[in-house]
């Protein structure tokens, strides 16, 4: 089967700085894939890249079958999205946003409230769909964030440092939305500076100065690094970087 993603050489340059150099790498379907690296590694860039949002400027990149560099829109309709602000409308109740975000990506009603249904039966806190997101705690906005990047049950979701700011047991309930994801077939690209969180995932990469120094399962990375924990594999890696920018 081939990979939802694949890169091949890709490389982002801004006038002679090289965000992203060179970087080779595939995902296949349903797996959790760990994006990893320091401010100024260069994940935010590639990032961007693969969701279609910036031209690579040399290299191949495919997504969901689709060519990064000339199907970007084909990309969009593919995947979900979703960001460390989360991305909802603050004055809308919960089941509004789920509306207006399944209408953007062109769901029926019909499909909409099925959806609706699906999350109203999958939480416990049900008076939650008819009050304001503004009022909601951080870790429940998290949940719909993620609830409204899956409304159109998109091949790939990429979520880009998810969990900041909340305490472990959230965090944790957020991943069991993330495996339950996973095991439906949806793959999951995440981005994270906690790198507990790394071993949950299936394999991860860790960037370093636009390039990817390292890349397998934790266990596999763990051995390799002669340590018991993904921090240390971390900082071994990132203490070599030269560079500070963010990109």
Not at 83 to 110: A, P, W
Not at 113 to 126: A, G
Not at 182 to 195: E, L
Not at 203 to 210: A, E, K, L, N, Y
Request: hydrophobic content about 40%; proline content about 3%.
């Amino acid at each position: 089967m081939e990979p939802i993603i694949f890169t091949k050489n890709l490389t982002k340059k801004f006038g002679d700085f090289i965000a992203v150099n060179n970087i080779s790498f595939s995902v296949e379907k349903g797996e959790i894939f760990g994006f990893l690296g320091a401010n100024g590694a260069g994940k935010t860039t590639a990032m961007k890249m693969l969701c279609g949002l910036l031209v690579p400027t040399s290299g191949l990149g495919k997504v969901a079958g689709y060519d990064i560099s000339t199907q970007s829109d084909s990309i969009k309709r593919r995947i979900g999205y979703m960001s460390q602000k989360f991305s909802l409308y603050e004055d809308l109740t919960v089941r509004e946003n789920m509306q207006f975000f399944g209408g953007i990506y062109g769901l029926r009603n019909k499909e909409i409230q099925k959806k609706i249904e699906y999350y109203h039966d999958l939480w416990s806190n049900n008076e939650m769909f008819d009050g304001l997101v503004g009022s909601l705690p951080l870790g429940w906005k998290q949940k719909v964030a993620f609830a409204t990047a899956m409304m159109h049950d998109p091949d790939i979701v990429f979520l880009d440092e998810p969990t900041g700011g909340v305490d472990p047991i959230v965090r944790r309930q957020f991943w069991e939305l993330i495996y339950k994801a996973s095991d439906q077939g949806t793959t999951i690209f995440v981005t994270t500076h906690y790198m507990d969180e790394a071993e949950y995932c299936n394999r991860v990469s860790i960037m370093v100065d636009g390039e990817i120094a390292a890349m397998d399962s934790p266990k596999n990375l763990k051995i390799a690094y002669h340590t018991d924990t993904m921090d240390d594999v971390f900082y071994q890696l990132a203490r070599k970087a030269q560079r500070s920018e963010t990109v």
